[in-house]
């Protein structure tokens, strides 16, 4: 038999490390670009919002790929992120940072309908939350690679180069996902037994159907709200990781540039290990006879419980307690996120995940932008402690909700 569908998600993490490695440069550099530019901390949090705002029109890009197809459709999606990340060399002022950030939210926007598409259409359930696991790593490992990236170019050239790398590197994978991705069908190189294996462990109440359903057919769902809410709730960790944390060390802790690059990957290195727990978790009690959905269901609540050591993250003094804490929140966050992540291609049928899944992703980064406005309006006043407190709380919430709303497909 052969392995197809595990170089096709190999592939697929490559995406998710370039994603989130252009998202990330700039939060790695805000405190050179911030004082070069001139840009205090509420315009900051336009920029951080102006991109949570075009991430928010990603049901456009999942229906889009419902409609295009993963092949074609992700790929114009990731040649346009990566143009416009190496068009940052030309922002000046926070206006024009914002605009490049809305554009290049709309753009990346794709990567999660996307990774849920593919996981849907190449993956037996039994290894859906493997898979995206898997393919969720990339999310954490495009963070880690940005704060030495970032500190090489600007110590080498400047900021700028940091953002033609990143888009450089997009355009290359762009090149790779034409040449090889093609569904299970199709795909030239598949064995007609992995084939067979695909299409046999997959729900038949959840196979495509000739009619595709609207985005206002699909927002009328119990199930859609049962993950698009805790989504809300869970996201602006990791708005704080990627967006703030830089910004935090470098005013609370008085870290330079080089610290950070030191130290800042690391709660992204813990988030990697929790994008495997949650679904190891998941899958170990369905083995032990609990339905797949409780099991996503317990393994969301055991992130929420971890994510509580999250509050503490402003009281203490001690930069080291706090970037221990900091990488608890990412182990736990991955946990709980890529198991609500996951629960799309478990309550949707194959036409429509995608759609779904932009759907919920809609709601993450609704969270993601309130909480970053709320930041950068109120941090100057009350600090961050607050905020920690918050984001150790939250989680707790989406775990109740993901218990009442959300109803297994009969």
């Known amino acids: 038999m052969t392995r197809i569908r595990w170089t096709i998600i190999a592939l697929f993490v490559g995406a998710m490390v370039l994603n989130y ?11 050179v670009v911030l004082e070069e530019q001139g840009i205090t901390s509420e315009q900051y949090g336009w920029i951080t919002g102006a991109f949570q705002l075009g991430i928010m029109l990603q049901p456009l890009a999942g229906y889009f790929l419902d409609s295009v197809g993963l092949r074609v459709g992700f790929a114009i999606c990731a040649a346009a992120w990566s143009l416009i990340t ?63 990236l970032v500190a090489w170019a600007v110590l080498a050239y400047s900021w700028r180069a940091a953002f033609v790398v990143a888009g450089g590197f997009g355009l290359l994978w762009v090149m790779l996902w034409l040449f090889w991705y093609q569904s299970p069908d199709r795909h030239r190189h598949i064995a007609e037994n992995e084939r067979e294996l695909i299409a046999s462990g997959q729900e038949a109440h959840l196979a495509a159907t000739e ?54 990957w690391l709660p992204f290195l813990a988030a990697d290990l929790g994008c495997l727990f949650g679904p190891a978790v998941a899958s170990a009690l369905n083995r032990r006879g ?15 419980v971890m994510m509580t050591g999250m509050a503490f993250v402003g009281m203490v003094s001690s930069p080291y307690v706090a970037i221990a804490l900091l990488c608890l929140g990412g182990f736990a966050h991955q946990t709980l996120s890529v198991t609500v992540i996951t629960m799309a291609s478990d309550l949707f049928r194959r036409n429509e995940v995608a759609t779904a899944a932009s759907l919920a992703g809609l709601a993450a980064n ?45």
């Not at 990791?238 to 080089?258: E, I, K, N, Q």
């Not at 100057?380 to 959300?406: H, K, S």
């Open 21 to 31: 490695l252009a998202r990330s440069v700039l939060g790695v550099a805000a405190p």
């Open 86 to 148: 190496m068009a940052h060399v030309f922002a000046s002022g926070w206006l024009s940072f914002a605009a490049l950030r809305g554009l290049l939210g709309l753009a990346e926007g794709s990567a999660q309908p996307a990774g849920q598409k593919l996981v849907a259409t190449w993956f037996p359930a039994r290894e859906r939350g493997t898979a995206g696991g898997i393919y969720n790593i990339g999310a954490s490992f495009g963070a880690v690679f940005a704060p030495p």
């Open 211 to 264: 009619r595709r359903p609207s985005i206002a057919q699909i927002l009328r769902r119990r199930n859609l709200w049962g993950i698009a809410l805790p989504r809300l709730l869970a996201d602006p960790v990791w708005g704080m990781l990627s967006f703030w944390m830089p910004l935090y060390l470098a005013r609370v802790h008085r870290f330079d540039l080089t610290q950070i690059a030191i130290f800042a």
């Open 366 to 410: 609704l969270g993601v932008l309130i909480f970053s406005l709320l930041l950068g309006g109120l941090v100057d006043r009350v600090g961050y402690e607050p905020f920690f407190i918050v984001l150790g709380l939250l989680d707790l919430f989406g775990a109740a909700l993901l218990w009442t709303l959300v109803r297994k497909p009969a």
């Open 290 to 304: 609990v339905d797949l959905v409780d099991a996503r269901r317990f393994a969301f609540t055991l992130g929420a």
